[in-house]
């Protein structure tokens, strides 16, 4: 190679890094689907809850008297959605109502990692399980089958979904005190553990709930997964201290 074409090749290599290191970082949305996709420490970590959430289960039914349960959220903490995500950033788009939809319809999500360790556990100590969700009532049949093709339903399981003017409070609620759709009816239930991924998904003080509503009980009975794809994070600042 001659001395002015191997200077060529250099000045192009060069210009190639200059343009490399010029471009802007991936989107936090981006790195955050990689990161549930691709990376270990995502399943040990979704893993490590459940199992901590289960340990706790098996403290808090040694002393249950009484029928006993423990609530869900469906999505990012049973189902993982990041297919959905996934299909979503490679065209640039947001999330919508009617791709997400679509998206219910196909039942493909598969089980978050832990989650069903965790719920066989709780059905082998005598549990029962709710899952209490904001997806639209309408989507209820198609997440009960995407539920039972992850290896995660049983039809003694409650599917609290969202309608109108029925928060998750109340759907809460009917559990504890065994009256309304979410119940088991004439039977209430003592919440041994609460699962999810958004502060949404666990009783506010105000509920009045046993074991819940301030920041101590996570790790007691309220388990939080890591969930670094969307959120009210995303938006605002939601982090007080």
């Not at 959220?73 to 919508?96: H, I, K």
Request: hydrophobic share 40%.
């Amino acid at each position: 190679m001659s001395i002015r074409r191997l200077g060529l090749t250099v000045v192009a290599f060069l210009m190639f890094d200059a343009l490399v290191a010029a471009q802007p970082p991936a989107p936090v949305r981006e790195v955050g689907i990689k990161y549930v996709r691709d990376s270990e420490e995502y399943g040990a970590l979704t893993r490590q809850v459940y199992r901590a959430a289960g340990d706790a289960v098996d403290r808090a039914r040694s002393a249950a008297s009484s029928p006993w349960a423990v609530v869900l959220d469906v999505d990012e903490t049973t189902l993982d959605n990041s297919t959905y995500q996934l299909e979503r950033a490679a065209y640039g788009l947001p999330f919508e109502a009617a791709s997400w939809s679509a998206w219910v319809e196909r039942r493909q999500a598969p089980a978050v990692p832990g989650a069903n360790g965790f719920i066989d556990r709780v059905r082998r100590a005598g549990g029962h399980v709710a899952f209490i969700t904001n997806r639209d009532a309408t989507l209820a049949e198609a997440t009960r089958a995407n539920l039972q093709a992850a290896g995660i339903w049983n039809d003694d399981d409650r599917l609290c979904a969202q309608k109108a003017q029925y928060p998750k409070a109340q759907r809460r609620r009917e559990v504890v005190i065994g009256a309304g759709e979410c119940a088991w009816p004439n039977r209430p239930m003592r919440i041994v553990a609460f699962v999810g991924d958004q502060t949404g998904d666990f009783p506010a003080a105000s509920e009045m709930i046993p074991d819940t509503g301030t920041d101590e009980v996570f790790g007691k009975t309220c388990f939080i997964l890591p969930n670094p794809m969307y959120g009210e994070w995303t938006s605002r600042v939601t982090r007080l201290k």
